[in-house]
C-alpha cells in the first residue's frame, strides 16, 4: 500500500512539475489572419512549439486582439504582455524616430537595390530596439510590395491625385504627398474600408497583394501603380527581456533556430512579381479596372519627393537616424 502510494504521489509531483514547465507566450500580430505574414507567424509558433517539444507554447493573437496599437509598440514590449511580437518600424516613429524612416516610400525601388542596404538595416533595427531594452531575436523579411492607389473614381496621374483625400499609413507617407500637393492622412488599416466607404477618403495607398484581405474591391473600383514598393524594412521579432530571461537555454536555443527558419522562409523575392501579378488578376475579375502606371515625370516627381523626406525627417531623428541614412545611402549607391 505504502509503495503504490509512493508511486502516487510521484507520478502526482511529476505531472505538476510538467504542466509548470510549460510556458505560455502571446504573439500580438494586429494584421487580419489573410495576410502572409500572419500565415508566416502561425507557422513560426507551430514550429516553436515543435523544436521545445512543446514546453515553450506561442499563442497567437491576430487581428489586433489584443487591442494594442501598433504606435504604442516599445511601451507595450516592455510590459510583458504581449511576451512577444513583431514590429515595421515605420509605425513607431513617435518613440523611435531614429529607426522609424531607415528607409521611406520612394527611396528604395528593386529587391538588388534593397539586398545591398538590408545587413544596415538590421544592424541598426538591433541596435536600437537593444538600447531601449527590447531584445530582438531575429526578423521576417517583408517582400518587395508594390504600392498602388485604390480609389473610388479614376485616378492616372499625380495631377488628378491632387484634387483627392489620400489615405496613407505611415507619416514619412504624408510629408512626401504633401509636398507633392496632395491632401494625405493616416487611417489605420483596420478603419480604411469604412472611411472610403463613407468618402472620408477617396484614394488608399495601399498593396495589391493584400487588398482583398480588407475587402478593398468593394469600395474602389479603380486602381493605379504608384512606380514604388512600400519600403521594404524588416519586421523585427521582439521579446519581452523578462520574459526571454524565463526561459531555458534549450528553448532559448530553439526560439532563436525558428526565428532563422521564420526569416529563411519569408525572404524569397522571387515570387514577388508572380505574386503582384495574380492579385491584380484577382482583383480585375472582382471589377477592379486598373489604369496605365503613373508617368514616368510623376515617378520621378514622388522620388524627388521622397529624398527630401528621408532627409528632413532623418535630421528630425537625431545624430543616430542620420549615421544610419548615411551607412544605407552609401551602400545603395554602391
Known sequence: MMTRALTAATLAAFSATTVSAE???????????????????????????????????IEVIEGGGMNLKDADALRWMQTGTPEIAFIWPTFIGRDAPDLANLYVYGSVSTAEEHLKALPAVKQALTEGFTERDIPVIGFMALPMIDASLFCREPVASLAELRTKK????????????????VAAQIVPQNELYAALQTGVVDCALYAARFAKSISLQEVTKFATYSGFPFPPVPYAIVVNKGALAKLTDAERGALTEATLQLETNSSDFSKDAAAEAAARAELTA????????????????IRTAATTTWETLSTEGGDKALAYRKTILDLLTK
Open 286 to 301: 472582382a471589377g477592379v479596372t486598373w489604369a496605365e502606371p503613373l508617368s514616368t515625370a510623376d515617378v520621378e516627381e
Open 23 to 57: 510556458t505560455t507566450w502571446r504573439f500580438n500580430n494586429n494584421y487580419a489572419p489573410t495576410r502572409p505574414e500572419s500565415a508566416h507567424i502561425r507557422a513560426f509558433a507551430e514550429d516553436v512549439s515543435a523544436r521545445t517539444a512543446g514546453s515553450l507554447k
Open 166 to 181: 489620400l489615405r496613407v499609413g505611415s507619416r514619412e507617407q504624408v510629408e512626401t504627398f504633401t509636398a507633392l500637393g
